[in-house]
């Protein structure tokens, strides 16, 4: 039986009828919502190119069930900023010209954007570790290191 | 085939009547506006047609219409950049369409990091083309001659009299500039010839700037729609149901396995099998749950611990000397190996090993398609969309002028990845259902079953005179050949769909030849290939993975000049110098002067006792006109066998560079791929099946890994053709790395990846060498 759920995503509430509530949280931002951002990479957690945020917190939606959000505030890489308003590190990565294909982009952007939040000038070491656990096969490492760290006013 | 035309599941009347409009409509905007703006459709997408590759829109937009596709190395930056310099407009007034069939050019795919070198003269002689028929129109229109016209923005107007001026818009009104082209070849070997010169790199206003990447901005705030966020109506998600024994074929399937998922059935076409559903999530779990059972396979795979035993006792069925092939796959031969070894009074000989590796793309294939009794349209990340859509033509017996491939941005794969293969998929379920289907593949399926980089054994042999000159130098590599699948996936042989309904290995020998300009008085390059594993469709059928004659040839015939740089005690640059040209030495300074090189021979032997030894590598290749020097730094933990590389320098030598800031961007990136593949990358497998099927298996590099300081020195000819970058610096990293090594410890490393298992392994039996 379909149950319903709402979740509050990058600001606006959506009420969703769900076969399965364990359904990943990934599933539900794609095909219920329409989003185009988290990707799909490996339903591992593995990777990281499914990361939202859940409460400020990065997670990776392709593992959490759509029933553990709850009321939780849901923030997508297109929720965190915008071309009009965007999110400085969203502006750095820019000025970096970072990414190259861009599909495992909401992995570091979303936790980038978490250490910012948590630590407003994190040390490169610091940095590094942050995205320790992030797959990028285009390699773009070390850019996006410089990207938090202009986005932290440290270039 | 099992199809159960349940309700909901047919094809909804309104998308027969009106297919076209809706497709347009849901496109990416840019495409529909394209499509709407060149209304011609494909029959009139020719070659010899100026207006198949420029025209002009009402409000003085310049399109370019370029055949290849960007893989998000800038190209399209670049593109957009040589078409705005060549036609006078600012570089913002240049609106890029690429790597759709129905509105591009056939000019070939991304291959051969060509995008600039081929792709990009072609443009910039059109758009030079139209300049000058432009302005030849604007001179009847004035009754002034050309020579006494110029162009400033996008305006035409006379020298002596600004005020005589009529813009581009103006002089076409909407019209196509409908003139002849000169052309000669297909697909990558096409070229065109047009009357319009070229500027001369003293007038370059846009061409060596470093514009901003146009895709980046869409990525980073989630507006760039990619192939795999396309969503058409009445579409339906669909999984792939692969064996886990190669060669196993579903003989029973059990529908009633999944008949608790909603929405879902199977289609099963002779050894075709697939799940799809409505919902994505029930195709996912649709595709865990049904019951199959398999045929049984014994592949016999040689697993990959005895890869290499086998490929050494394989015969060999094909080898370069007995072919007349062209380009990299031709042997090359300088004077006589066998004379030379006979004046030799020194012989060195080495091999060196390098393994299967897969593209593990960061995003599995996904491709859309929506195919019609009559036609079909299908919307993919390949590379190669105009070979593609030959290929669905044929899987779908259609003529190929009724299948249009739409390029999409998608996951970086940068050579023949599985995206074709899911483009396949896509297209023969999307026939049998009647509907728009979506394939993607699981994470599983991607590193599994994408075509592989074959495995490489690469063997040298060099022959010194008494004075330490090199008078002999070969060497040879032995492989599975690169062509198990082709690179250009244009026949159903080519993908796994193809395959599995019964179509043949379409094999066929295919290697090549380490680039580079060695001018030694003997030499000979040349490859053998051995039988593939199995005659149909295989988890490690091979194909081409970027820079196909790179890594593992290189790592063998770098390292052997390393070899005798230490044998005859020189220093490895030195070594090379007398037999390269002076671009080579102009290129070996530039990187010798980042790195602060002192002249010396490898090894070190000064760290015995260091728990971390350090070490630094060279090494060099030229491929298609561009030229790569490599210098590597290494740290080795004596104790655990991790091998550090805090620096990378490369210099790098493409010709004229278009936009300096995409090419650094593009070389810092692939080196840290190339490291990943050095480091970290081998498809593993048992006799049965690729076993290395996730980021924990199939290992890639994270940044604890990647190299801190990556310096990369351009070297800018603007007099030289611009070549190409989107893959030639990784080419000599596992032979620059293993010197790098070797410098630190006397331990030569002939092995990729350089694990830490490996490197302690090596460090324990002591020095070869």
Known sequence: MAQNFTLNVDGKSHTIAIDDPEMPLLYALRDELGLNNPRFGCGLAQCGACTVHVDGHAVR??????????????????????????????????????????????????????????????????????????????????????????????? | ??????????????????????????????????????????????????????????????????????????????IGQMVAEEIDVPWERVRVVMGDTGLTVDIGGATAGNGIRQGGMIMRQTAAEARRLLVAMAGRRFDIAPADLTVSDGVVHAVADPSRRVSYAELVSGENLDAAIAWRGLAQQLTVKVEAPLKKP???KIIGKPMPRRDIAGKVFGTLQQCSDLRLPEMVHARMIRPTVAGAVP????????????????????????????????????????????????????????????????????????LGTVGAAAPRTIGSVEDGFKRAVTILEAEYEYPTQSHASMGPACAVADVRPDRATVWTSTQKPHDCAAGIAELLDLPPEKVRAIWMFGTGGYARDGQGDATADAALLSKHLGRPVRVMYSRNEALAWDPKGTATINRSRVGLDASDNIVAYENISKAFSMEDCNTREQHPADTLAGMALGVPLNWRPAFGIPGNGYNFENAHWGWEVIAPLMDRSSPLRSTHIRDPFGLPILFGSEGILDEVAVATRRDPIELRLPYVKRREHELFAAAAKQYGWHTRASPRNDQKDAAVAVGRGFAYRQLAGTYIALIVEVRVHRDSGLVEIPRLVCAHDCGLIVNPETIRHVVDRQLVWGTSRVMYEEVKFD?????????????????????????????????????????????????????????ATGVRLRRVPFTPERVKAALAAGGSR
Not at chain 2, 57 to 77: F, L, N, R, S
């Open chain 2, 202 to 204: 003293s007038e370059y």
């Open chain 1, 61 to 155: 939606s392709c593992v959490t069930p759509v029933s553990s959000v709850g009321s939780q505030k849901i923030t997508t890489l297109a929720g965190l900023g915008t071309p009009e308003k965007p999110h400085p590190i969203q502006t750095a990565w820019i000025e970096e010209q970072v990414n190259q294909c861009g599909y495992c982009i909401s992995g570091w952007i979303m936790t980038g954007a978490e250490l910012l939040a948590r630590n407003p000038h994190p040390t490169e070491h610091q940095i590094r570790e942050a995205f320790a656990d992030l797959i990028c096969r285009c390699g773009t490492h070390n850019a996006a290191v410089k990207a938090v760290k202009r986005a932290s006013g440290q270039a």
């Open chain 2, 687 to 743: 006799q049965n099946m690729v076993t290395s099927v996730d980021w924990l298996t199939y290992p890639v590099i994270k940044m604890d890994g990647v190299p801190k300081s990556i310096e990369i020195v351009l070297i800018n000819r603007p007099e030289e053709p611009s070549s190409g970058a989107a893959e030639m610096a990784i080419g000599p990293l596992p032979a620059a790395i293993s010197n790098a090594v070797f410098d």
């Open chain 2, 1 to 78: 085939m099992i199809i159960n035309e349940r309700d909901g599941l047919s094809r909804r009347a309104f998308l027969t009547a009106g297919g076209a409009l809706v497709v347009a409509l849901v496109a990416p905007a840019d495409l529909a506006e394209a499509a709407e703006r060149n209304p011609f459709g494909r029959s009139v997408v020719r070659p010899d047609k100026l207006s198949s590759y420029i025209s002009i829109d009402p409000d003085g937009m310049v399109v370019a219409y370029y055949g290849k596709i960007d893989g998000g190395q800038g190209v399209e930056t670049a």
């Open chain 2, 251 to 322: 003989v029973t399937v059990d529908e009633k396995s999944i008949a608790g998922i909603p929405g879902t059935q199977v289609v099963w076409i002779k050894n075709f099998l697939a799940v799809v559903a409505e919902k994505e999530w029930n195709a996912v779990k649709a595709a865990q749950a049904l019951k199959v059972t398999w045929s049984e396979s014994k592949p016999g795979f040689p697993g990959h611990d005895g890869l290499f035993d086998y490929m050494r006792r394989a015969p060999v069925v094909a080898r370069s000397s007995d």
